[in-house]
């Protein structure tokens, strides 16, 4: 029945997890709920997401709000130091590999800034995808439902052949609303068991 299986990248493939990371360097709560705001919930942020601003001008913005806050420090370290978050999530390559040798075909569809995108492009499982939506590329973010369709349209995907995977709610739930069977990332195990319901042995 399923022929394609889409990822998306952060918290799926690679880890992102910025309240853990501003927990682990900053330990006090009003202080991570402002630098929250600042860098990982502002505008500029999903700006990047949507290509529709550069690096160095978002991280100028966010430092310029960051003063007015008095969160100078906190907001710098974080653009000097996020990334670090982004480590390959080996577990979800394992699966990945099995369902690629198994015949399903790959795609991702992200949320992701262009300097980020071009990171993941060097690493060694990017090859493993058959094509994908970055949404730095086409100036739209999941969940709005456009994005979704570009991705179908444009690899010519049918929806009740093609799981989505996200860790997301809103994101799976906008999947499923296509007719895109939508799975909500937690952790490996459960993520395996979410494929076995769909006829998915990767075990």
């Known amino acids: 029945m399923y022929k394609n299986i889409i990822f998306d990248f952060g918290g799926v493939v690679v880890d992102f997890a910025p309240k853990d990371f501003l927990m682990n360097h900053f330990m006090n709560r009003l202080a991570e709920e402002e630098t929250y705001a600042l860098v990982f919930g502002s505008q500029e942020w999903q700006d990047l997401d949507r290509g529709t601003i550069s690096r160095e001008e978002a991280n100028r913005s966010m430092l310029e709000n960051?003063?007015?806050?008095?969160r100078v420090f906190e907001v710098q370290t974080c653009i000097e130091e996020w990334a670090e978050m982004l480590r390959t999530k080996k577990d979800t390559v394992q699966?990945?590999?099995?369902?690629?040798?198994?015949g399903y075909r790959l795609y991702y569809l992200t949320n992701i800034p262009t300097d980020i995108m071009d990171e993941l492009r060097q690493r060694e499982w990017f090859s493993l995808f058959d094509g994908g939506i970055a949404s730095c590329d086409v100036h739209l973010c999941k969940p709005e439902p456009e994005i979704f369709t570009t991705l179908m349209q444009t690899f010519r995907l049918a929806y009740d052949e093609t799981i989505f995977i996200d860790d997301?709610?809103?994101?799976?739930?906008?999947?499923?609303?296509?007719?895109?069977?939508?799975?909500?990332?937690?952790?490996?195990?459960?993520f395996a068991r979410a494929l076995a319901a769909c006829g998915i042995e990767v075990v």
């Not at 960051?66 to 008095?70: K, L, T």
């Not at 699966?95 to 198994?102: F, H, N, P, V, Y």
């Open 66 to 70: 960051a003063a007015r806050a008095n």
């Open 95 to 102: 699966i990945m590999r099995k369902l690629k040798a198994a």
């Open 168 to 190: 997301n709610k809103a994101n799976a739930q906008a999947a499923y609303n296509l007719g895109i069977t939508g799975i909500l990332y937690k952790n490996p195990k459960s």
